[in-house]
């Protein structure tokens, strides 16, 4: 994403939940969120992953940071995910055109074989933003890409999963967002304390609830994947 395209963004994040007549669910939240996903060579990963963690560290000490976490998947982990959480759009913008991150990016671009795929959203059903996963927590990253006619309705039933899910045992973090340049495509992000409530969740008579009421709106496959904190 180049950089007017960001500052594009990171505008509608700021300003989409304010529309007259845009529909969104009663916990809107206006903190501004990101996740980004990197492909590095596989003989690559741990160069990476020092890169990841220096980055993550200075990240966390700028102004308006909430959360600011790496994430390794765990079948690939030369696959790797960034979840970001800001206090707003313009802390966001900030931080994107800050010098750390210019010099990060080009550190970590010859390593890369895929693009940086970085995707701003809005915060449709979040819980406390400042919580991260315990250590050996499971994260579960998803992307829902649903009709744009059926848009609202995918909110709706997303934004039911995510209250649901926070109250089972084990869910450490559930939320839904909302890309900000794609309003039907949404980032499902979760933590479980371990592989049972994990498990559990998935096949839990909610959980298979929302995965035949999604599945006919889709626009692609339900893609989700499992990672680890990689500190």
Same mark, same amino acid.
């Given at each position: 994403?180049?950089?007017?395209?960001?500052?594009?963004?990171?505008?509608?994040?700021?300003?989409?939940?304010?529309?007259?007549?845009?529909?969104?669910?009663?916990?809107?939240?206006?903190?501004?969120?990101?996740?980004?996903?990197?492909?590095?060579?596989?003989?690559?990963?741990?160069?990476?992953?020092?890169?990841?963690?220096?980055?993550?560290?200075?990240?966390?000490?700028?102004?308006? $940071?909430?959360?600011?976490?790496?994430?390794?998947?765990?079948?690939?982990?030369?696959?790797?995910?960034?979840?970001?959480?800001?206090?707003?759009?313009?802390?966001?913008?900030?931080?994107?055109?800050?010098?750390?991150?210019?010099?990060?990016?080009?550190?970590?671009?010859?390593?890369?074989?895929?693009?940086?795929?970085?995707?701003?959203?809005?915060?449709?059903?979040?819980?406390?933003?400042?919580?991260?996963?315990?250590?050996?927590?499971?994260?579960?990253?998803?992307?829902?890409?649903?009709?744009?006619?059926?848009?609202?309705?995918?909110?709706?039933?997303?934004?039911?999963?995510?209250?649901?899910?926070?109250?089972?045992?084990?869910?450490?973090?559930?939320?839904?967002?909302?890309?900000?340049?794609?309003?039907?495509?949404?980032?499902? $992000?979760?933590?479980?304390?371990?592989?049972?409530?994990?498990?559990?969740?998935?096949?839990?008579?909610?959980?298979?609830?929302?995965?035949?009421?999604?599945?006919?709106?889709?626009?692609?496959?339900?893609?989700?994947?499992?990672?680890?904190?990689?500190?």
């Amino acid at each position: 994403m180049n950089e007017a395209h960001r500052t594009l963004v990171a505008v509608a994040i700021l300003t989409a939940a304010c529309l007259p007549g845009t529909p969104a669910p009663a916990q809107v939240n206006q903190n501004a969120f990101a996740v980004t996903y990197v492909e590095v060579a596989p003989s690559a990963a741990a160069m990476a992953t020092s890169l990841f963690k220096d980055v993550a560290a200075a990240s966390r000490k700028e102004a308006g $940071n909430l959360r600011y976490e790496v994430l390794a998947q765990i079948d690939r982990p030369n696959q790797f995910a960034i979840l970001e959480a800001w206090g707003d759009a313009k802390a966001f913008e900030a931080h994107g055109a800050a010098a750390t991150m210019t010099k990060f990016r080009a550190a970590l671009k010859p390593l890369q074989i895929g693009p940086y795929d970085e995707r701003p959203s809005l915060g449709l059903a979040v819980g406390p933003v400042q919580a991260t996963g315990s250590r050996g927590a499971i994260y579960v990253l998803t992307h829902v890409d649903v009709a744009g006619g059926q848009k609202d309705q995918g909110v709706a039933i997303l934004d039911k999963l995510a209250a649901g899910s926070r109250k089972e045992p084990g869910s450490e973090r559930f939320e839904a967002w909302q890309q900000g340049n794609r309003a039907n495509h949404f980032t499902v $992000n979760e933590i479980w304390k371990d592989q049972a409530a994990y498990e559990a969740h998935i096949m839990s008579a909610s959980t298979r609830d929302y995965r035949e009421k999604i599945g006919p709106m889709l626009g692609a496959l339900h893609d989700d994947r499992l990672y680890r904190a990689i500190e």
